[in-house]
């Protein structure tokens, strides 16, 4: 599946170069449920998006099914992230003049001439939402909307979601109802998820648990 290996990372600032990370590797694979857990500025968020391919890094190498991914042109990249991975934001990012059905659809309009409908009601069902597919962002609340952003996240059937504090902006009763829906995702979609947070429950739900911490990635001892 997806192995990042000795990755580093850093950024330039007006100090010099600041490290993010260095030498992380971590692996993957098929019906894998990872949590990244960390403070805020311990570069969650930035793992994320190297994993998925957003932003590239300094060392090391990033395989998907064994094949190096930055050797890839910009427009096999963008079909590597549409196709093989889906993203769920803190930030839902839906677009408020499209209803939650065609939100969902937006990431198979990207290259299919006629998206699966069918197949974007039936993941909105699931999602608890059957009754407010044609209801606009806006009248949607925060807990329905970051539903509607993992339906989006699913609806090109990916080997991976990554998932950067999905229950940032929600209340504790939607925050667990999110968690229980990763896990039945997991369980029973055979779904790989990797779900950065800093919220110790989220932290706890993986079948591999991680803290990232100075730059260190290691496994984490919460139960």
């Given at each position: 599946?997806?192995?990042?290996?000795?990755?580093?990372?850093?950024?330039?600032?007006?100090?010099?170069?600041?490290?993010?990370?260095?030498?992380?590797?971590?692996?993957?694979?098929?019906?894998?449920?990872?949590t990244i857990m960390g403070p805020s500025g311990s570069g969650k968020s930035t793992l994320l998006n190297v994993l998925g391919t957003?932003?590239?890094?300094?060392?090391?190498?990033?395989?998907?099914?064994?094949?190096?991914?930055?050797?890839?042109?910009?427009?096999?990249?963008?079909?590597?992230?549409?196709?093989?991975?889906?993203?769920?934001?803190?930030?839902?990012?839906?677009?408020?003049?499209?209803?939650?059905?065609?939100?969902?659809?937006?990431?198979?309009?990207?290259?299919?001439?006629?998206?699966?409908?069918?197949?974007?009601?039936?993941?909105?069902?699931?999602?608890?939402?059957?009754?407010?597919?044609?209801?606009?962002?806006?009248?949607?609340?925060?807990?329905?909307?970051?539903?509607?952003?993992?339906?989006?996240?699913?609806?090109?059937?990916?080997?991976?979601?990554?998932?950067?504090?999905?229950?940032?902006?929600?209340?504790?009763?939607?925050?667990?109802?999110?968690?229980?829906?990763?896990?039945?995702?997991?369980?029973?979609?055979?779904?790989?998820?990797?779900?950065?947070?800093?919220?110790?429950?989220?932290?706890?739900?993986?079948?591999?648990?991680?803290?990232?911490?100075?730059?260190?990635?290691?496994?984490?001892?919460?139960?």
């Open positions: 599946m997806l192995e990042a290996k000795k990755i580093s990372k850093s950024f330039l600032n007006h100090n010099g170069k600041l490290k993010v990370f260095s030498n992380l590797s971590l692996k993957v694979e098929k019906s894998d449920l990872i957003l932003e590239s890094y300094d060392e090391g190498i990033l395989t998907l099914d064994g094949k190096e991914v930055f050797k890839q042109n910009n427009d096999s990249l963008s079909k590597i992230r549409n196709k093989c991975l889906g993203f769920v934001f803190q930030f839902h990012h839906l677009i408020p003049e499209f209803n939650a059905l065609e939100n969902v659809l937006i990431p198979q309009q990207i290259y299919q001439n006629q998206p699966n409908k069918s197949y974007a009601k039936e993941l909105l069902q699931f999602m608890g939402l059957s009754k407010r597919m044609k209801h606009y962002p806006s009248e949607l609340s925060g807990g329905e909307r970051s539903r509607v952003a993992v339906a989006r996240a699913l609806i090109n059937k990916p080997a991976i979601i990554l998932a950067d504090e999905p229950s940032g902006n929600l209340d504790e009763a939607n925050a667990d109802i999110l968690i229980n829906l990763f896990q039945k995702i997991n369980r029973e979609f055979e779904q790989s998820i990797v779900i950065a947070t800093h919220d110790k429950k989220i932290a706890s739900i993986g079948n591999k648990n991680f803290i990232l911490n100075k730059g260190s990635l290691s496994l984490s001892d919460i139960i």
